[in-house]
């Protein structure tokens, strides 16, 4: 069996919990597994490996293929099965589970539980697979940005913490090596935050990223002004978003609620209705068609109305950088889409600049479901607003 010093890295790991954050092509999850299969073969106890991706597909491409391949490569007998993806190896059984398919297959308990892409489980999950695990838990994960991970075990010290990059792994393919240093400083097409991320294993900052915010899990007791705002959609994803603001204190409290496309009127009033989170709200939504709303005021919602537009993008986003924000620990696709939501660039005699209104096609369904309960909830700035929407 082939190791690599990332192998070497991530067997010298003790702790019970082991946060492996790496760039792109540094062996973390072949180094895993590797891992696991050496003791496999040594071990005579019984033990339950579960390992889990974000979706089906993920695990068909990446672990399961990697685990298949060590096995094959280093002649190493073993038994299969699908649906779900199932292999033992002596007294070991694997099991790959999605988050996307599996949800009652999860409920079980393990010896050891690995994480594959971290960064794509929610932390509800995560934490209810880490509390059936009884020996081991590892997690992998490129880091576009901080989540669970950081907060719960890196910065408190609850674990073994490494850094792995494509440099502690010998075995990289020559493809993937040329693709990654394509994007380097000093490279065709550099990409600071490619570079960072997937070159460097670092915490990506994206370029002319528009909001900074803060994470939160339980909402701090005060005095809050509530709306619900909702963006429209059936192609792409409807969104539903809780607005808690705090206008004495200049912050901004938000939850996803909803977030799926091809999604019916019916299933938007429902998550509505049904949701801990609804309080009789303002419920803002888009400029979409009339029905959409009177549907929404037959369920039980007499409150829905559409948004006031007067402010624009431009200024709905300035009365939201009027605030400190703070978002939700679970609200994956959210993060996503503030994570990577930027200015416009402009180029001017051979000088790019960004200028103050985003960057067109970008994916923003929560962002303007934001834009819409924070255009009725947060009155202090309204004025400012509408000074920019009308010189625009």
Same mark, same amino acid.
């Given at each position: 069996?082939?190791? @690599? ?49 974000? @979706? ?99 910065? @408190? ?47 990506? #900052? ?23 705002? #909702? ?72 409150? !829905? ?36 939501? #930027? ?29 819409? !309960? ?19």
């Amino acid at each position: 069996m082939q190791f @690599t010093l990332a192998t070497a890295k991530i067997m010298a790991m003790t702790h019970e919990n082991k946060i492996v954050q790496g760039s792109q092509g540094a062996g973390k999850t072949y180094s895993i597994l590797s891992l696991w299969i050496l003791k496999a073969l040594f071990s005579d106890e019984r033990q339950d490996c579960t390992i889990v991706s974000g @979706t089906i597909s993920q695990l068909r491409t990446g672990a399961v293929k990697d685990f298949e391949k060590i096995c094959k490569t280093n002649n190493i007998d073993y038994t299969s099965r699908k649906n779900p993806f199932s292999f033992r190896i002596r007294y070991w059984r694997f099991e790959f589970l999605s988050v996307d398919a599996e949800t009652k297959a999860l409920g079980g308990r393990r010896d050891r539980l690995f994480l594959n892409e971290a960064i794509r489980v929610e932390e509800r999950t995560a934490t209810h697979l880490i509390s059936r695990t009884s020996r081991e838990f590892f997690a992998d994960f490129n880091p576009a940005n901080e989540f669970w991970c950081h907060s719960n075990y890196v910065y @408190t010290g609850n674990c073994d913490f490494v850094i792995l990059t494509f440099k502690d792994n010998h075995l990289i393919p020559e493809k993937e090596l040329k693709e990654i240093m394509l994007r380097a400083p000093g490279g065709p097409i550099h990409d600071p935050f490619f570079w960072a991320v997937y070159g460097c294993g670092k915490i990506g #900052v994206v370029e002319g990223r528009i909001f900074n915010y803060k994470k939160y899990t339980d909402l701090p007791d005060g005095k809050y002004d509530e709306a619900i705002g #909702v963006d429209y959609g059936y192609e792409d994803p409807f969104a539903v978003v809780k607005v808690y603001c705090d206008n004495e204190n200049r912050r901004l409290y938000f939850k996803e609620m909803f977030y799926l496309s091809g999604a019916m009127i019916d299933d938007v009033g429902e998550c509505i209705i049904t949701s801990d989170l609804y309080n009789n709200d303002h419920v803002l939504c888009d400029h979409t068609p009339g029905q959409f709303i009177d549907a929404l005021v037959k369920m039980g919602i007499p409150s !829905a109305m559409q948004c006031d537009k007067s402010d624009g993008i431009a200024g709905g986003i300035m009365i939201m950088k009027q605030y400190q924000l703070y978002v939700h620990s679970e609200s994956i696709n959210m993060i996503a889409e503030l994570d990577n939501y #930027v200015y416009r660039k402009r180029r001017f005699r051979g000088v790019e600049t960004f200028i103050d209104y985003p960057e067109e096609g970008q994916h923003d369904h929560l962002i303007d479901a934001m834009r819409y !309960a924070c255009g009725f909830v947060c009155r202090k700035f309204q004025k400012i607003s509408k000074q920019i929407a009308n010189h625009r």
